[in-house]
């Protein structure tokens, strides 16, 4: 049974560009969450997405937006990065919520 | 906003002994309190649950403990092996779609 598989696992971008990474949830989770973990630091919750739409969002800026698709799988999207945009970023997936989170590898995204 | 406090951020046990570590929160209105565990290179895994109605869950060898008037949880390690190596981050659920951790404490079970 595969878990919540991540893409890519790394990542250099330049500063300006933006940036799509992807998600596929656990088999049978509808609810997909990223977030952001810096070095150093807990996750930061950016977005959850459930039945294709944004259900809650976190304290991130306009620059962080994304998509949850018919089979559930998601995109994160960030325009304009910044230096600051450095982070390990984990997709979680669930089943109607937040608990029984299963997480992801994660995607290091690195800003030069 | 730091909701969720973890102010140890490392802890350090010889094998067989009790690991205890702890998460401060601010917010009174959440639900849920979790413990999760990373090891480099992998995503958090779940390990352990509380709801905010009970003061004690335990599972095996992991029991967390939950003073709600010190808003204050607890993770108990009993006995403590050398695999429990890992960070561990408390965490805490809003409305079962907001889930907030924080910062993680490295433990290291020495054998």
């Known amino acids: 049974d595969a878990g919540v598989t991540q893409s890519p696992t790394h990542l250099i971008k330049t500063r300006g560009q933006q940036v799509t990474l992807r998600c596929s949830p656990k088999?049978?989770?509808?609810?997909v969450s990223w977030y952001q973990q810096a070095l150093g630091q807990g996750p930061q919750f950016i977005f959850q997405y459930y039945e294709e739409e944004e259900r809650q969002r976190g304290n991130f800026p306009d620059r962080f937006s994304g998509h949850q698709f018919p089979n559930y799988s998601s995109e994160l999207n960030v325009n304009a990065l910044l230096l600051g945009d450095s982070a390990l970023y984990l997709c979680a997936s669930s089943l109607g919520g937040a608990q029984g989170y299963t997480f992801g590898s994660g995607t290091r995204l690195t800003v030069v | 906003d730091q909701q969720v406090k973890q102010n140890s951020p490392s802890l350090s046990v010889q094998e067989g002994r009790i690991s205890i570590l702890n998460c401060d929160y601010t917010n009174s209105m959440f639900d849920y309190f979790l413990w999760y565990k990373k090891y480099p290179a992998e995503g958090p895994t779940f390990l352990i649950s509380i709801s905010s109605i009970k003061d004690k869950n335990e599972d095996g060898r992991f029991t967390v403990f939950l003073n709600k008037s010190a808003k204050h949880l607890s993770l108990h390690i009993v006995p403590s092996q050398p695999g429990d190596s890992a960070v561990y981050f408390c965490?805490?659920?809003?409305?079962?779609?907001?889930?907030?951790f924080g910062a993680g404490t490295r433990l290291t079970v020495k054998p």
């Open positions: 088999s049978g989770h509808d609810t």
């Open positions: 965490a805490a659920l809003l409305n079962n779609n907001d889930m907030r």
